[in-house]
């Protein structure tokens, strides 16, 4: 059986409550290029673990207060059983 791993994240909310950091400053902080950043807020692209840390490191809060997965079972296996 396969599962299927979504990870989601409050990048764009944590940003808005950090004096709304732009994208530019985050991926400064973090050492990440601006479009790194926005790929992440829409969901485009899973982050490195090192990259999930700094992103954590840059609002000050732990990784599960900017990341979230979850773990689904296969969709395409769930309809051929």
């Known amino acids: 059986m396969s599962k299927k791993i979504i990870i989601t994240n409050k990048i764009r909310t944590l940003r808005f409550f ?4 732009t994208q530019l400053e985050l991926a400064e902080k973090a050492g990440a290029s601006r479009q790194t950043i926005m790929a992440l807020e829409a969901g485009k692209y899973t982050p490195s673990l090192a990259l999930a840390f ?20 296969d969709s395409n296996e769930r309809e051929q059983k």
């Open 54 to 73: 700094k992103i954590a490191d840059a609002f000050g809060v732990s990784l599960e207060e900017v990341f979230e997965c979850k773990i689904e079972e």
């Open 18 to 21: 950090a004096n709304e950091m």
